[in-house]
């Protein structure tokens, strides 16, 4: 039975700018402690990764670029979204208590060695390629590389 | 102190179509790889297991009656359901790339021993019976009993 | 490396009271069953342990002042709120069924010995201080604090 090693896994399913946070809070506290951090985005999550607001490609079928139009890369909040004006209020309450951005926080996660692997099922669902997701996502896996990744892990968590 | 085995649990808390699809994707790939994997149903969950769309049995009181009919077995998705639209544009790109549909994976997690428990309470609080659920349900259970088994699985997730 | 303790962690980030009520049941079988039980409470989660409905307080600014108006302590339903007649009909199916208001379990939970973590960062971006919250709080701290409980924990949950 393989041992369990000092490894956090997170399946980010969300594609929302509250969870995101909390996801990448979690990612880069557990590698700057010295323990491997792997995310894997998946569904609404690969929102969080998406290189343009808009993902539409010449592989993609007519529902999946009518997808890629309607599911921008914008993340609202899981709550008091507000029609957006949510999400500029905690930026500006997190910019004001010097708390990172999602952006930085993705810089320092990437810089500190926070993998990321990226869902293959709902990329292919989605018609997203490579090049619309940013340059780095470690790797295209599935379930199976995820449970494997799991299973020798402390912390797993689903958000 | 216990072993961890090569278990996963999953609480299937949401009644989301987006969500279902995730905790049954990694069930089934569990399974598949020889891995013992339990979902617990709870919450809006059940919804996913209900063997009707509208759960009114004799056995319920008016409450439990009207519940019975607002929240149907219907599951609608997490993001962009659009009044019902996403989740058939959802299936229908699922189809096209050839991924199963929510039946097809639980009849392959059912037919792999994956592990149906019901929430007790959350039946008792719904007023749903054995009857009104999918006949599939291994066990109806509690808390207690879900802790058992998460203490010894590897990988739990709460979806 | 450490051995793991027959603990659960979750991560209450949710304000919502079905999940509340799912967080605080697992909490409080875990506690009764002999285990450690640690609830993390995060960004929406602050609001099950808020004091009071409304929280502004003289050392936030106006921002902070503004959310504490907006983000009260209310705990709607992620489904079915309907305008808040779902959280009643909840309250009152729990009623029928002789299931543990919220109130009740969360007082049972702190009888066993339930921990209550604050999240340090949630409360500086919300302007939260020690006195807006419930005084049962044991500790306020932050992803570090609770990555070194979660490692050492047998069962660990994102809600």
């Known amino acids: 039975m393989s041992e369990q090693k000092e490894k956090m896994t997170i399946i980010l399913f969300s594609g929302e700018l509250d969870k995101a946070i909390a996801a990448f809070t979690l990612a880069t506290t557990a590698a700057a402690s010295g323990m491997e951090a792997i995310i894997f985005f998946t569904f609404w999550g690969l929102n969080v990764i998406k290189k343009n607001m808009f993902v539409v490609n010449s592989k993609q079928n007519f529902l999946q670029k009518?997808?890629?139009?309607?599911?921008?890369?914008?993340?609202?909040?899981?709550?008091?979204?507000?029609?957006?004006?949510?999400?500029?209020?905690?930026?500006?309450?997190?910019?004001?208590?010097?708390?990172?951005?999602?952006?930085?926080?993705?810089?320092?996660?990437?810089?500190?060695?926070?993998?990321?692997?990226?869902?293959?099922?709902?990329?292919?669902?989605?018609?997203?390629?490579?090049?619309?997701?940013?340059?780095?996502?470690?790797?295209?896996?599935?379930?199976?590389?995820?449970?494997?990744?799991?299973?020798?892990?402390?912390?797993?968590?689903?958000?």
């Open 66 to 159: 009518m997808f890629g139009v309607l599911n921008t890369g914008y993340l609202p909040m899981s709550k008091f979204n507000f029609l957006g004006i949510g999400p500029i209020l905690m930026k500006l309450l997190m910019k004001q208590k010097k708390v990172a951005t999602l952006l930085e926080m993705m810089k320092t996660a990437r810089s500190l060695g926070v993998k990321y692997i990226a869902c293959t099922m709902s990329c292919a669902v989605l018609g997203l390629d490579r090049d619309d997701l940013s340059c780095e996502v470690d790797e295209f896996a599935g379930a199976t590389s995820y449970l494997a990744e799991a299973k020798e892990a402390k912390v797993n968590l689903f958000i």
